[in-house]
């Protein structure tokens, strides 16, 4: 399913207030590098025979926490220190990927952290999570309570509140739209999942930044819609969260800074189920034995729902977390046979 939101903008569109411009991307960059080298984007072939044209997928599932949210992590706190604004401790919500981001940032910066999940989260994101020296706290049924939880955290204990959306995450997350537009300057469309919107709202920043025309999509759960709806509506609009495995997209209130900057640069909304979720996550490890979560294999299964629109365009996707847990993966394979 998708809907359209906006005739094509002009190439050099006006950039948001929040957007880091191509300087500041550049800095990011600087920042990120400290800790490891740009992820590599590769032009599959056996993908791009079943997508029926040149499809690249971007690989944000080789950083070291095994996702793209480690770069905001890493520039959200240099722009703490530089600021001199470092705290003690810090607090934050998460489904896994961010609070993975916020603990290899805080550890790196020897400040505690402390990171609430919904109860029934993946066992394995909260097991990388203590690893990094997270304090984990359980609470809530969705990502929703347990933010909630976590501003309650910062409230009693003074610790920092770390947002999932935040100028000083957007520019860390630009970097990999930017190595990505840098690499294959080529692109004419990009595929991005929306989870809280750092990630299409830096896809959009790149493209700003590098004055590209290609097109962005974004990809919303059709379990989780509160960007879907509110996009439409022009206001947040809360939506029941069902998805049983895209995590990093389950969102039940959309942010209104995100909605923001996406409703002018988005070339439409496409809506992907469980079940192509899963199909995804199975052809993406076929053709590349590279294994994706759930968002991480969204953009690839909107693609493919809008396959015979793509031909003769260079599709560009993104394998934004390979995160899942072990057994979740290997039923999902088993299921497929």
Not at 54 to 77: M, Q, S
Not at 120 to 129: P, Q, R, V
Not at 186 to 201: F, K, M, N
Not at 226 to 242: D, I, K, M, Q
């Amino acid at each position: 399913m998708s809907a359209v939101l906006r005739e094509e903008a002009p190439a050099l569109a006006t950039r948001p207030r929040g957007l880091p411009g191509l300087q500041d991307i550049e800095h990011a960059a600087r920042v990120v590098y400290r800790e490891f080298q740009a992820t590599p984007q590769y032009r599959w072939g056996l993908s791009s025979r079943r997508l029926g044209t040149d499809c690249w997928i971007k690989h944000e599932n080789h950083t070291p926490v095994g996702a793209f949210k480690i770069r905001g992590g890493l520039t959200y706190f240099d722009a703490l220190k530089t600021r001199g604004q470092l705290p003690a401790a810090v607090v934050s919500a998460t489904r896994g990927n961010h609070g993975q981001s916020m603990g290899w940032a805080a550890r790196a910066h020897g400040v505690a952290c402390t990171i609430v999940v919904p109860r029934g989260n993946s066992l394995e994101k909260n097991a990388a999570m203590r690893a990094l020296g997270v304090t984990l706290v359980e609470h809530g049924e969705d990502f929703q309570e347990s933010r909630e939880h976590a501003l309650q955290l910062s409230g009693e204990s003074g610790a920092h509140m770390v947002p999932s959306f935040h100028a000083d995450l957007l520019s860390g997350v630009s970097t990999y739209w930017w190595e990505f537009m840098l690499a294959v300057p080529q692109l004419d469309v990009v595929y991005v999942p929306i989870g809280q919107g750092s990630g299409a709202c830096s896809a959009i920043a790149a493209k700003l930044a590098l004055k590209r025309k290609l097109r962005i999509v974004g990809v919303v759960s059709a379990h989780a819609i509160t960007y879907a709806e509110s996009l439409a509506a022009g206001r947040v609009v809360e939506a029941p969260v069902t998805t049983q495995l895209a995590d990093g997209m389950a969102c039940r209130i959309a942010d209104q800074k995100a909605l923001d900057i996406l409703a002018p640069h988005l070339d439409h909304i496409v809506q992907v189920t469980d079940s192509e979720v899963a199909q995804a996550m199975r052809d993406l490890y076929a053709d590349t034995h590279n294994v994706a979560e759930g968002a991480g294999a969204a953009s690839f299964a909107a693609a493919m729902q809008e396959r015979e629109q793509l031909r003769g365009q260079v599709v560009g996707t993104t394998l934004c977390g390979g995160n899942v847990d072990a057994m979740v993966f290997a039923d999902l394979l088993a299921a497929g046979r």
